[in-house]
């Protein structure tokens, strides 16, 4: 990691990496997906096969999302010494796992996957850090498609959350908007090949997406031999 990188997480909470990740490893990505979808390998195609798979079976999209997180190139990605060298630099953990991956979706009306403020530290308060990997796979990420926004700064400091269930969906660990006005809200706009690396106590949450069409994301997350045996998010039943 450069010196900037460096000192941009630290004052930031965050850092964005740009052509950072192997765009062959992506179109990797794409041909799992079409194959579990029965689709073309077109990013068009494979969205729109996702979103009719989220409006008609609830449980098999979850796995889908979940079963994506395991695959050869996905992994391939979180391995790559880009990607893996920064993170050991930035934690300085002898033994570092990679606790879980997925596939995100941002679709404006499924309000059931969308998260509110909120600081990965909630879900994992055992860990002593816990490392997201973030990155778009089929279209370039912006604050027109519901991009991710994070609070710059906030990461200092940890704030006050209500737990919400949402039923089929994803738990928040709501923070309350007044609680972060005096941060800077920064929109990761990100093309293919982009990625975010965020500490768990950076505030973060899914941003509104205005393009009419869903956008989709992947995360990685790595933590020390402590923190590996936390689960990440799950939808409530």
């Known amino acids: 990691m450069t010196d900037a990188d460096l000192i941009s997480y630290k004052q ?11 765009k ?10 079409a194959e579990f979808l029965k689709c073309d390998v077109a990013p068009s195609s494979i969205i729109e096969a996702m979103g009719k798979l989220e409006d008609r079976e609830k449980t098999f999209f979850y796995e889908f999302c979940s079963r994506m997180g395991q ?17 050991s630099e930035i934690t300085s953990f002898k033994n570092i796992h990679i606790m879980n991956s ?17 600081q990965e530290q909630a879900y994992y308060p055992n860990a002593e850090e816990v490392i997201t990997l973030w990155y778009p796979w ?23 959350n209500e737990r919400e269930n949402v ?19 920064v929109h990761c706009d990100l093309n293919i090949g982009d990625a975010v690396l965020f500490t768990f106590m950076s505030p ?8 009419g069409a869903p956008r989709t994301t992947i995360i990685t997350r790595y933590s020390n031999e402590v923190g590996k ?8 039943k």
Not at 12 to 22: E, S
Not at 204 to 211: D, E, I, R, V
């Open 12 to 22: 930031d909470g965050f850092v964005i990496l740009r052509d950072v990740i192997n």
């Open 24 to 33: 062959d490893l992506i179109m990797d990505v794409r041909s799992y997906a």
């Open 71 to 87: 695959v050869p190139p996905i992994l391939r990605i979180a391995m790559m010494p880009e990607i893996f060298n920064r993170i």
């Open 102 to 118: 997925g596939v995100f979706f941002n679709k404006e009306e499924v309000k059931r996957l969308q998260y509110h403020w909120h």
């Open 138 to 160: 089929l279209t370039p990420v912006n604050a027109q498609n519901g991009t991710m926004v994070m609070a710059r700064g906030g990461h200092k400091k940890i704030f006050e």
């Open 167 to 185: 039923v089929g969906g994803l738990t928040q660990m709501r923070i309350q908007d007044d609680d972060l006005g005096e941060f800077e809200k």
């Open 204 to 211: 973060h949450k899914t941003g509104h997406n205005q393009s």
């Open 229 to 236: 045996f936390n689960n990440g998010w799950k939808p409530n």
